[in-house]
T-cell receptor, first 110, second 112 residues
């Protein structure tokens, strides 16, 4: 069974701080997706990474896919209250549907 | 805008009383998924359709059934809801295996 472990599970920070959340597995994934889910809504795709070592930037968010394609990180610079939400990573290995991690619940306090 | 719409947003049902949740999409995606999400847990895949081909996850209880009468609509039937079935139910669509998912806003089911 493929598992994606996300850490930390909960994170509460002040506006303007930087943070990094992690998504780790012992399995290799051909691609990995990050979603953000706000309370009462469905997850919304932020980015897909497919190449080992790949780095993608989305405004203040930087996503990295590990060289071995087993892990990924999301770094947020100068966090804002609008960044509050549940961050989910999901991996695809080619023979099963997407596998989701449990998520990191981020709270940014103004 | 093309989207995935779930109805109702909130559903209250009694223990053992059948309930149906609906999902429609205007994206014309051929893959549709149903996920169950409980508090502080990952979305758990219940089943998915590739076009009309139905794929049931091995650990999805028999109590859960699904129908996809056409490309646009998909239904989740819970035949005899138990208290443990209270959760957010998310519908999602995609263009193929591993493609990014487009989620609806979910139906929050309460079982009394």
């Amino acid at each position: 069974t493929q598992l994606l472990e996300q850490s930390p599970q909960f994170l509460s920070i002040q506006e303007g701080e930087n943070l990094t959340v992690y998504c780790n597995s012992s399995s290799v994934f051909s691609s990995l997706q990050w979603y953000r889910q706000e309370p009462g809504e469905g997850p919304v795709l932020l980015v897909t990474v497919v190449t080992g070592g790949e780095v993608k930037k989305l405004k203040r968010l930087t996503f990295q896919f590990g060289d071995a394609r087993k892990d990924s990180s999301l770094h947020i610079t100068a966090a804002q209250p609008g960044d509050t939400g549940l961050y989910l990573c999901a991996g695809f290995s080619g023979n099963t549907p997407l596998v989701f991690g449990k998520g990191t619940r981020l709270s940014v306090i103004a | 805008d093309a989207m995935v719409i779930q109805n109702p947003r909130y559903q209250v049902t009694q223990f053992g009383k059948p309930v149906t949740l609906s999902c429609s999409q205007t994206l014309n995606h051929n893959v549709m998924y149903w996920y169950q999400q409980k508090s502080s847990q990952a979305p758990k895949l219940l089943f998915h359709y590739y076009d009309k081909d139905f794929n049931n996850e091995a650990d999805t209880p028999d109590n859960f059934q699904s129908r996809r009468p056409n490309t646009s609509f998909c239904f989740l039937d819970i035949r005899s809801p138990g208290l443990g079935d209270a959760a957010m139910y998310l519908c999602a669509t995609g263009v193929g295996a591993g493609s990014p998912l487009h989620f609806g806003n979910g139906t929050r089911l309460t079982v009394t």
